[in-house]
């Protein structure tokens, strides 16, 4: 991950602007600048992935034109034959260098044709013009901002911004800012037609899409890791990548050190692949401690995202800590396009439809923040297979009461999709989903409970909730952790629409906690 941070008001104290860039030392350790364009201030720092030299580090020029990019582009070696083919000359071998030849050439309309997950911003010196966009499902932050006298400021955090900006909001998913206003050009979530594909088809196209997402995903010029953690979604992650490649990639896991679920079966993963395993553990006074620097990092108050963050985090800096990983492997997004849990309730196929939509949607303030935080604030970079364009836009399309849990097995079609390919044991391809804060061990989130219990009497709780009138606490550890995110972020809890909870208006989904343990559908998800 990389830091970018952008103010368009020439008056702006650089010292504050030094002072938001600082903040972002640790998403890009390897080098940072500042710049002026159209005089005003534009800052990055780098971590270096694709082309580790200096001719690497941004901003990019071109005839006066600059951009900064935090991101992948998946297609950019496409696109620097054709604009070589117009007589561009290329300076490095970054990805990220074919955007001002690539706007030159197009205009707006490239961030539509981007494959990538980016957060970038451009000045276009032709028309003195601040432009900004971000990929459409939002995996790489960015968020945005107005100084004292009105002016647009970019960020890759909310905290990059508030030396030097207000009213800061989450930069649109699928949006690009034209200099003016937001224009949406992307909306993934929403199906353009019902893909009605044989199931032989539909195997096929998820098989292939996937490995496709997996593959375009491994090229870095810097050392790549794995997160396993034994459930579905990153055990074939971690499979298709290690059929790719004659050495064993290295894999990574954490659990509690009292009641690890999934640790054992990402030992089984990784001895059935051939990977080179990792195991770290965590007790209940290494949660407790996280927990005020996992709620900075992540910049929300949300119930589930804190929970999972916890253990993703620690894992994360112990590999950071540990080894020379710089990219990590997740296996996010698997969820929100074939179900949850709770999605088994789900009354009828619209209705499936339409909580996919909503999780999709909503993406870039729950799992792919959490993932994005715990990894960038550890100095790595994830790559999110899951998130791969083409394979959402198919997944979207499938006819929804296909992908509704009449199988009595959720997730159904992924797992039948790589059945014959027997790239995991059975009882893995095939094993109940637990949510990765239960995984890692229930006593995670019992630790927390209880931690927040004694901090609040049941009088204290009932006052101190009164105070916010949005999004109210229902919990003591929901207060717990509103309380925490308002001493880093004071009245800026508007960055998250809601709690992340099971859509309760369904029937079996009226629960008072996100884990899905509580749900009558669990089962052997937690053994």
């Not at 909001?169 to 034209?178: E, I, L, M, V």
């Not at 894992?315 to 179900?339: N, P, Q, R, Y």
């Not at 009138?469 to 009245?491: D, M, Q, V």
């Amino acid at each position: 991950m990389c830091g970018l941070l952008v103010t368009t008001d020439k008056t702006c104290d650089e010292t504050k602007f030094k002072e938001g860039l600082k903040t972002l030392d640790d998403r890009g350790p390897d080098q940072t600048r500042t710049e002026k364009a159209g005089g005003c201030l534009m800052g990055f720092d780098r971590l270096a992935i694709m082309d580790l030299e200096p001719r690497g580090m941004q901003p990019f020029e071109k005839d006066g034109s600059k951009v900064v990019c935090n991101g992948e582009i998946y297609n950019y070696k496409a696109f620097k034959k054709e604009l070589e083919d117009d007589g561009i000359t290329f300076m490095s071998g970054s990805d990220c260098e074919v955007l001002l030849p690539l706007y030159e050439k197009y205009g707006e309309k490239m961030f539509a044709m981007l494959d990538a997950e980016y957060a970038c911003v451009l000045y276009d010196a032709r028309k003195d013009l601040w432009l900004a966009g971000r990929d459409p499902i939002g995996i790489r932050p960015l968020f945005y901002g107005y100084s004292g006298s009105g002016k647009i400021c970019f960020g890759s955090t909310a905290a990059s911004l508030m030396p030097i900006a207000r009213d800061i909001k989450p930069f649109p998913p699928g949006c690009y800012y034209d200099g003016h206003k937001f224009v949406r050009y992307s909306e993934i979530y929403k199906a353009d037609h019902v893909c009605m594909d044989s199931h032989a088809d539909i195997d096929k196209n998820i098989h292939d899409l996937l490995y496709k997402g997996v593959l375009k995903r491994m090229a870095a010029d810097a050392p790549v890791g794995y997160l396993l953690s034994g459930g579905l979604d990153s055990s074939l992650v971690c499979a298709i990548a290690q059929r790719q490649t004659d050495k064993p990639i290295r894999t990574f896991s954490i659990g509690m050190k009292t009641d690890a679920i999934d640790l054992k079966y990402a030992r089984e993963v990784a001895e059935f692949i051939g990977s080179d395993h990792h195991e770290y553990y965590m007790t209940k006074e290494d949660v407790l401690n996280a927990l005020p620097e996992v709620i900075r990092i992540l910049g929300t108050w949300d119930i589930t995202t804190i929970r999972a963050s916890i253990g993703m985090y620690l894992l994360c800096k112990a590999i950071h800590e540990t080894t020379d990983v710089k990219v990590l492997f997740t296996g996010e997004i698997s969820d929100e396009l074939f179900g949850y849990k709770y999605t088994d309730f789900a009354p009828d196929a619209e209705s499936f439809q339409k909580e996919a939509e909503k999780r999709i949607r909503e993406l870039y303030m729950y799992d792919v923040l959490r993932a994005d935080r715990c990894i960038s604030s550890n100095s790595m970079e994830g790559r999110v297979p899951f998130g791969d364009l083409a394979f959402v836009k198919y997944v979207m399309d499938i006819d929804p009461a296909r992908k509704m849990n009449t199988y009595n097995m959720g997730k159904y079609l992924l797992r039948h999709a790589f059945a014959e390919d027997h790239l995991l044991p059975e009882d893995i391809l095939y094993r109940d989903k637990a949510a990765f804060s239960d995984a890692v061990g229930h006593s995670l989130a019992d630790d927390l409970k209880e931690y927040a219990e004694s901090v609040y009497t049941d009088e204290d709780f009932e006052e101190k909730r009164k105070k916010y009138t949005t999004n109210a606490p229902f919990t003591k550890e929901s207060l717990l952790y509103r309380e925490i995110f308002e001493k880093y972020y004071p009245g800026m809890d508007d960055m998250i629409v809601s709690y992340w909870m099971p859509n309760r208006t369904w029937p079996g989904c009226n629960v008072n906690d996100p884990s899905a343990r509580y749900l009558s559908n669990y089962g052997k998800s937690g053994v």
